[in-house]
């Protein structure tokens, strides 16, 4: 009787070995995104640059060859700098013969002057006769007006010369040449492009579709390419109002709001345009799982850390986004990767690297 008991003892022993315990659910690491309401919806980005708002394109008033350039681009120059000056020979040989003209024209003045003075001494002393008198006065001013025409040409020759120096009427920086030493130009020709600093604007070229539905609320900001830190907003200042036949699009001006330091002439600026909308719920396709003709996602319970699923209806969708209706609220955070092998109540660990 007593190993009958041991041996019942063991068989039980042996049956409470044999139940396995059960295994806990291992905790899943997933992705997540804390949902976030948006208010602004954006209608793209375009590159473009700063530049100037005023801008003079300067040429010599004189035709000839240029023989030399005195500041490169990008130089900043004062008003009346130097920039080019032309080969001034011909000038100078327009001068000499304009100082010619009138050294014989002078000569020709002071002999009327003496022929007139001579017949008015005859003709009050009652021995000169009254038409001599009165040629000799039509000659003086004849030559008077002479004089006078050549010295206004010597005038006009000192002026050719000197328009041999291109010089700027207002202080600025060099942002463009159109023109070589040793190259023959004509007068008003193109040479060179000189910027005012201090007033600058963002540049930008809008497909021609977009430049004509822009909303009356559209916000631009300006942000620099290589640190997109630096930004500003900006409002248009003017829009071309015929788009280029290559792009089909049209160049936009923008007034900045602000100007800082780091957007300085032919700077790279990214500009991204937006407009007010009703505030939406906007979370990647990889986020949304379908299941029994439902659409659903995962909510996760940060208390918890466990993860359970919710049906939504979607409103819309794009290639990669979905918009959602208010089945979702902004601030919960939801698993946004590998939502097909979840389960309701799953202990999940939220990755590090997952935005927050």
């Known amino acids: 009787m007593k190993r009958l008991t041991v041996l019942v003892a063991s068989s039980v022993l042996l049956m409470a070995c044999s139940k396995e315990e059960p295994t806990p659910e291992p905790v899943r690491p997933v992705l997540s995104i804390e949902v976030k ?29 240029i023989a030399r350039r005195a500041v490169d681009v990008g130089s900043e120059v004062e008003k009346g700098a130097l920039l080019a000056v032309l080969d001034p020979t011909d000038q100078q040989n327009q001068l000499r013969a304009a100082q010619g003209d009138l050294a014989r024209v002078e000569a020709q003045w002071i002999n009327a002057q003496a022929n007139a003075r001579r017949q008015q001494e005859l003709f009050n002393r009652g021995v000169g006769a009254q038409a001599q008198l009165d040629v000799a006065q039509t000659d003086l001013k004849t030559t008077q007006a002479s004089l006078d025409q050549a010295k206004a040409s010597v005038n006009q020759a000192k002026d050719q010369l000197n328009y041999s120096e291109l010089r700027t009427d207002h202080a600025g920086i060099i942002t463009a040449w159109n023109a070589e030493a040793g190259q023959v130009v004509s007068a008003g020709q193109q040479v060179v492009t000189l910027a005012r600093p201090d007033i600058k604007e963002a540049v930008i070229d809008l497909p021609a579709g977009l430049a004509e539905r822009l909303p009356p609320d559209v916000v631009f900001r300006v942000a620099g390419q290589l640190d997109p830190s630096v930004n500003t907003t900006a409002i248009v200042r003017e829009i071309e109002p015929q788009a280029q036949s290559a792009t089909r699009t049209r160049r936009a ?39 029994d003709g439902k659409t659903r996602i995962w909510v996760i319970d940060t208390q918890s850390q466990t993860v359970q699923p919710r049906d939504v209806t979607i409103i819309s969708r794009t290639t990669d986004s979905a918009l959602l209706d208010g089945s979702v609220k902004p601030g919960e955070r939801v698993v946004s990767a590998g939502v097909n092998s979840l389960k309701p109540g799953q202990k999940v660990k939220i990755d590090e690297d997952s935005p927050r």
């Open 37 to 65: 309401s948006e208010d602004q919806e954006s209608l793209g980005r375009f590159a473009g640059t700063i530049q100037a708002r005023y801008e003079s394109n300067l040429g010599f008033r004189v035709p000839g060859r």
């Open 253 to 291: 001006r923008l007034t900045l709001a602000e100007t800082p330091a780091a957007f300085r002439l032919g700077t790279a600026i990214s500009v991204t345009l937006s407009s007010a909308i009703a505030p939406r719920i906007e979370l990647p396709l990889s986020a949304l799982q379908d299941a």
